[in-house]
C-alpha cells in the first residue's frame, strides 16, 4: 500500500535509531533540526517522502518537552511533504502515569500527548510498557503497545535463579505476574500506603515469601529509585539471598543514581528505551536493546503482518 520505509531518527535516541535502522537493514534518512536562538525548532528534510511508509523514533527523554515538540513538528513535516504513512515510534511515552483525574482540579495530561501526536498527523503510534494499559484508549488511530518482558525474561532464564519476582507496589501487581508466570517463579509484593499531609509514600510490609530465595525486584520504570530502595530494603530484611532490579524504562532522575550505587543489589537490568549517561552507567548494570523488537515490527507493519504472532497472540 505504501513505498519504501523510511527510517528518521530523533534527536533523544540516535543511537537506538541506528541498531533499529541496522535490524532492519536500511540506512538512516537524513534531515536537518535546527534550533533557533529564540529555542524554536526547524527541520527540513534532505529528500521528498512522498508516498512513503515513514517512521519516525523518537524517545521521550530529557528535555522532555523540547522532545516532545520535535517530534511533533517532525510529523507536521512528514505530512506537508505528502508522506503516505507516519507512525511515530515512541519507545518511552511521558506523562504516562498523569492517566486519570485522581485529584479535584487536575488535567490528564496523558490524554492531551494522544491528542497532540493525533492533530500533528500521525497515522500510527508505537511505544514500549506503557505505565497504564488504559492509555491505549486515548488514541483514535492504531498502534501497538509492545513489552520489553520477553527480551528481560530471556536474559534471566539463563542465570538459573531459584527465584521470587517482587513488585514494588501493588500498582504494578499484574505486571509482576507477567513476569512470575513468563519465569515461574512464585510472585510477592510490597504493600505500600500513603502517609502523612503530603501523601509519602510508606512501605509498609510484604506480603509472600521471599526467605532463602533469589528475588527479582521488577517495574516499568524506575525514576527516583526511592520504591526500589525501600522494596531492597524490606526483601533484605526478609531474608532474600541475591537481590536483582528488573525494568523497562530507565528515567533515572536524581538521586536515583545514587540509591542505586548504595543498594547491594546483585545486578540492575533495564533496557535502551532511554538513553544512559556513561557517567550514570554503574558496574552491576546491563542495558539490553529494544532495537530487534522495534525493527521487527516496523518490518511486519510494513508489510501487513501480525505484531501479535510475536508473542504467539
Not at 33 to 46: A, D, G, Q, Y
Not at 74 to 86: L, M, N, P, Q
Not at 202 to 220: F, N
Amino acid at each position: 500500500m505504501y513505498g519504501d520505509i523510511k527510517l528518521y531518527a530523533g534527536s533523544a535516541c540516535p543511537e537506538l535509531a541506528q541498531r533499529v535502522a541496522s535490524y532492519i537493514g536500511i540506512r538512516l534518512s537524513r534531515w536537518n533540526i535546527t534550533t533557533f536562538p529564540n529555542e524554536n525548532i526547524f527541520i527540513r528534510l534532505n529528500s521528498s517522502v512522498r508516498g512513503q511508509d515513514v517512521y519516525l523514533i523518537q524517545t521521550h527523554a530529557k528535555p522532555v518537552h523540547t522532545n516532545i515538540m520535535e517530534m511533533l513538528i517532525a510529523i507536521d513535516c512528514f505530512k506537508r511533504d505528502s508522506a503516505g504513512r507516519v507512525t511515530v515510534v515512541t519507545p518511552y511515552m511521558s506523562y504516562s502515569q498523569s492517566d486519570k483525574k485522581d485529584q479535584p482540579r487536575v488535567p490528564i495530561t496523558a490524554r492531551l500527548l494522544a491528542d497532540m501526536i493525533e492533530v500533528a498527523g500521525a497515522d500510527r503510534w508505537v511505544t514500549i510498557d506503557l505505565h497504564a494499559g488504559q492509555i491505549q484508549g486515548f488514541y483514535k488511530i492504531p498502534g501497538d503497545s509492545l513489552t520489553a518482558l520477553h527480551i528481560i525474561c530471556k536474559y534471566i532464564r539463563a542465570k538459573g535463579l531459584n527465584g521470587t519476582v517482587v513488585t514494588t507496589d501493588l500498582g504494578f501487581a499484574k505486571g509482576g505476574r507477567n513476569y512470575a508466570e513468563a519465569l515461574g517463579f512464585p510472585l510477592a509484593f510490597i504493600e505500600k500506603r500513603r502517609t502523612g499531609p503530603t501523601g509519602t509514600r510508606e512501605a509498609l510490609t510484604l506480603i509472600g515469601s521471599v526467605a532463602g530465595r533469589d528475588v527479582l525486584i521488577v517495574d516499568d520504570l524506575v525514576d527516583t529509585a526511592g520504591s526500589v530502595q525501600q522494596a531492597a530494603e524490606i526483601v533484605r530484611a526478609h531474608g532474600a539471598r541475591d537481590v536483582y532490579l528488573a525494568f523497562t524504562h530507565p528515567v533515572l532522575s536524581p538521586p536515583a543514581i545514587d540509591r542505586l550505587r548504595g543498594l547491594d543489589l546483585k545486578e540492575i537490568i533495564t533496557t535502551d528505551t532511554l538513553p544512559i549517561a556513561p557517567q550514570d552507567r554503574l558496574p552491576n548494570m546491563t542495558i539490553l536493546t529494544v532495537a530487534d523488537l522495534l525493527g521487527e515490527v516496523i518490518i511486519r507493519s510494513h508489510e501487513g503482518r501480525s505484531v501479535g504472532e510475536l508473542f504467539n497472540e
